[in-house]
């Protein structure tokens, strides 16, 4: 029971970083779009963007691989404190080499050369991951101190955001402000790392164990972040920065609603490792599956949800010229359902088990759909065409591993209670979309904003009501719990 009640804390605190991570952008997105323009907006992610091909060289497939190896050797601070510093010193020694290519680079290349400012500020990026060991406070489920930090800083990084930035020239402070709320939280990481390891150089480093695992875990970092960033720098190179500004505000809505749909799998690696350790299979094949089941639960309504609102979102969330946007988002959105149900089967199921090369195979295979696509589909459709090979890989990067996992997982499928669900979201989209005539205030973006407010909890309300009228497992367990803690406390 007290690791189970573990695994309860862990989902609050992830979720609560969740909310942090929804509540952050929705805070600052309108204002910065509005002031910055798609253009200007555009530049910041472009090179974002491009920083983030250094840094994943930078992390070496470390910060995936370093939660498992961590998990496996929490329980002696010897083999711990040994096992950090070898990654620690890979890590520093290919950031080293990460910034020498990149500083060649950006002397090099007009379009880099054009915003060195911008690009010298966003490349901080690297520093800070690599001292930032997230991976060890992950394997160590540190996820109270993970979320109170997160949150400090990104508030910090809103005020920042309302006093510094005036105008659409202020982009650069813009990303240094971003830089500093994702990052800029690491440097605490390193310095709190004591409590949990000894920083006194151990000897009998063996740093080829960690190699071949670690360039499995690199090859998977370089296929997801191919095909994850490469619409961005595509878009950049072949269209206009206002093309990227769209393209990203789409981007945007969906990360936030990702990072809700994988907030309890995310909390599930380094226990998942840490029962295969153990031998505890029908525990890891327990958790794993209730993750699945959460993941269709959440994710299916919400893309439908925000296809069907996409309009409202991006007006909501950015302003009249990103209309741009709305197709794009329209889209990408099937995205939410299939990077949710990769990331249980991928990083819960088959890294904890060894199989990481299996993930690998469906990440290169989703980046050559996705480079394929957008070369064919960018020129003609723009954002459009982005978020086309976007969803392309997903599905493709789905198939994969639905393969390698069927074993696993066909028989969670099976069980999946698809006519509850669809009778929910069928029920929900009827009595949600004649909120969308709604006009009430000239301002289109808080007329967009009580559009929302409105329609989802008339959606999600009537959704959640058709799933506990039609005894969906999960949910009775979720409201039973929930309830049987009021009840005791009465």
Same mark, same amino acid.
Request: glycine fraction near 6%; hydrophobic fraction near 50%; aromatic fraction near 14%.
């Given at each position: ?93 290919? #950031? ?42 992950? #394997? ?213 088990? #060894? ?71 069928? #029920? ?63």
């Amino acid at each position: 029971m007290k690791q189970q009640k573990s695994i309860k804390m862990n989902f609050i605190m992830n979720a609560l970083l969740t909310m942090s991570a929804f509540i952050f952008p929705l805070i600052t997105f309108p204002y910065v779009s509005t002031i910055l323009t798609p253009t200007r907006y555009g530049t910041v992610q472009f090179a974002t963007s491009v920083i983030s091909y250094f840094n994943m060289f930078a992390q070496l497939g470390i910060p995936t691989y370093g939660i498992r190896a961590v998990a496996q050797v929490r329980d002696d601070k010897e083999k711990l404190s040994r096992t950090v510093q070898e990654l620690f010193l890979i890590n520093f020694a290919i #950031g080293c080499v990460s910034y020498i290519i990149f500083f060649i680079m950006l002397g090099t290349i007009p379009r880099m050369s054009a915003e060195k400012p911008l690009f010298l500020i966003t490349s901080l990026m690297i520093i800070f991951s690599c001292f930032g060991m997230e991976w060890l406070y992950k #394997g160590l489920e540190q996820y109270t101190y993970i979320t109170i930090r997160s949150i400090l800083f990104k508030f910090i990084a809103l005020l920042g955001m309302f006093a510094l930035i005036h105008t659409k020239e202020d982009y650069v402070i813009y990303g240094a402000i971003s830089i500093f709320a994702a990052s800029a939280s690491n440097i605490l990481n390193f310095i709190n790392a004591h409590r949990y390891i000894s920083f006194r150089p151990t000897g009998s480093y063996n740093f080829k164990k960690h190699l071949k695992a670690v360039m499995v875990f690199f090859a998977m970092a370089c296929a997801t972040t191919v095909y994850t960033h490469l619409d961005t720098v595509m878009l950049g190179f072949m269209k206009t920065d206002a093309d990227v500004g769209y393209y990203n505000a789409a981007v945007k809505i969906k990360t936030i609603l990702v990072s809700v749909v994988t907030s309890l799998g995310a909390v599930l690696l380094p226990r998942a490792s840490y029962y295969i350790n153990l031998g505890k299979k029908d525990e890891f094949l327990r958790i794993t599956k209730k993750a699945l089941n959460f993941v269709w639960i959440v994710a299916l309504p919400l893309t439908v949800y925000f296809i069907f609102f996409a309009r409202e979102g991006i007006y909501f969330l950015s302003s009249n010229d990103f209309t741009g946007a709305i197709e794009p988002m329209q889209l990408i959105m099937p995205t939410v359902v299939f990077i949710g149900l990769t990331n249980i089967m991928g990083i819960q199921i088959l890294v904890p088990i #060894g199989k990481e090369r299996f993930v690998l195979y469906s990440e290169i295979a989703g980046a050559v759909v996705d480079f394929i696509i957008n070369l064919l589909l960018i020129p003609r459709m723009a954002s459009s065409g982005a978020a086309i090979g976007t969803l392309a890989a997903e599905i493709v990067v789905w198939i994969v591993q639905f393969y390698y996992t069927k074993d696993i997982v066909a028989e969670v499928y099976k069980k999946i209670h698809y006519r509850s669900l669809i009778l929910g979201i069928a #029920g929900g989209s009827i009595l949600a979309l004649p909120v969308k005539q709604l006009q009430l205030i000239e301002s289109v973006r808080w007329n967009s904003f009580i559009v929302i407010a409105i329609s989802g909890m008339i959606f999600f309300g009537v959704y959640g009501l058709v799933l506990t009228l039609t005894k969906e497992p999960l949910v009775i367990e979720i409201e039973n719990q929930i309830f049987g803690k009021i009840r005791r406390k009465a």
